[in-house]
C-alpha cells in the first residue's frame, strides 16, 4: 500500500482531497511547473488541477519545444497569455474589462521568482505571447514558506486572483483559497511547539 495518495499525491495524513471542491471556469488554464517544484509538500499546483477540470500541468524548464504546447498555442480560437509582472504586462483587470483583448487560456509558471524568471527567459514560445499582472490583490498567505517579495503569492493563490478578476466572480473560486488555508494550518500543526514562531513569526 502507497504512502501517497494516488490523487493530490502528498503523504498520509497530508491528503487535500478532502478539502477539494471541483469548479467550472470558462478560462483554460495552464501550470508550468519547474522541476524543483513537483516533489515539494507544499506545492500549491496539484490543488488547482484537482478543483479545475481544464487545468493541465506540465513540468520542465524550458518549453520552446514542447511538442503538445506548441501544437495548443497554434490554435486560432486560443488567446493565451503569460501571468509574469513583466514590463509589458498588461493588468488583468483592465484587460477582463476590454472585449478587444479576448483571454481563453491563463498560463501560470509554478516556481520561485528566480525559477520563474528563468523558466520564462529560456522558452521563446512563451516571450512570444503578450504578459498579464495582477493588480489591487492583498498580499500571500503562504505562512510557511518565505517569498523575496512582500506581496509574493502562491501559485493557487495567483490563479485565485487571476480568474476571479477574468471571470468577475471571486467567491466561485474560494473553494482554491480554503483548500490552500487548510493544508497550510495543518501542516502548523504538525510542527513541535515554538518552531513555527522561531522561524515565521507569531502563531495565526
Not at 103 to 108: A, E, G, H, M, V
Given at each position: ?13 497530508a491528503c487535500?482531497?478532502?478539502w ?11 501550470i ?9 509538500p507544499?506545492?500549491t499546483?496539484?490543488?488547482?488541477t484537482?478543483?479545475l ?7 520542465g524548464?524550458d ?13 486560432p ?12 504586462a498588461?493588468?488583468l ?5 476590454s472585449?478587444?483583448?479576448?483571454l481563453?487560456?491563463l ?6 521568482w528566480k525559477k ?11 516571450q512570444?505571447l ?11 498567505n ?13 501559485t ?8 476571479s ?14 483548500a ?14 515554538g518552531l ?9
Amino acid at each position: 500500500m502507497s504512502r501517497y495518495c494516488e490523487d493530490c499525491g502528498k503523504a498520509g495524513n497530508a491528503c487535500i482531497c478532502q478539502w477539494i471542491e471541483k469548479i467550472d471556469a470558462r478560462t483554460e488554464l495552464w501550470i508550468l511547473q519547474h522541476p524543483s517544484e513537483v516533489s515539494r509538500p507544499l506545492g500549491t499546483a496539484r490543488i488547482l488541477t484537482l478543483s479545475l477540470p481544464n487545468a493541465r500541468l506540465w513540468v520542465g524548464e524550458d518549453f520552446s519545444r514542447h511538442e503538445e504546447i506548441n501544437s495548443l498555442l497554434a490554435d486560432p480560437d486560443r488567446h493565451a497569455a503569460v501571468l509574469y509582472p513583466d514590463e509589458q504586462a498588461v493588468p488583468l483587470s483592465r484587460r477582463a474589462a476590454s472585449n478587444s483583448l479576448p483571454l481563453t487560456t491563463l498560463i501560470l509558471l509554478d516556481g520561485t521568482w528566480k525559477k520563474a524568471y528563468k523558466m520564462w527567459r529560456l522558452s521563446a514560445n512563451l516571450q512570444a505571447l503578450p504578459c498579464v499582472c495582477l493588480d489591487d490583490v492583498p498580499a500571500g498567505n503562504y505562512r510557511i514558506r518565505k517569498s523575496p517579495k512582500q506581496s509574493g503569492l502562491s501559485t493557487v493563490e495567483a490563479a485565485f486572483h487571476a480568474l476571479s478578476q477574468l471571470e468577475g466572480e471571486s467567491r466561485r473560486f474560494l473553494p482554491l483559497v480554503t483548500a490552500f488555508e487548510k493544508m497550510i494550518d495543518y501542516q502548523i500543526s504538525q510542527m513541535p511547539p515554538g518552531l513555527f514562531e522561531r522561524h515565521y513569526g507569531k502563531q495565526p
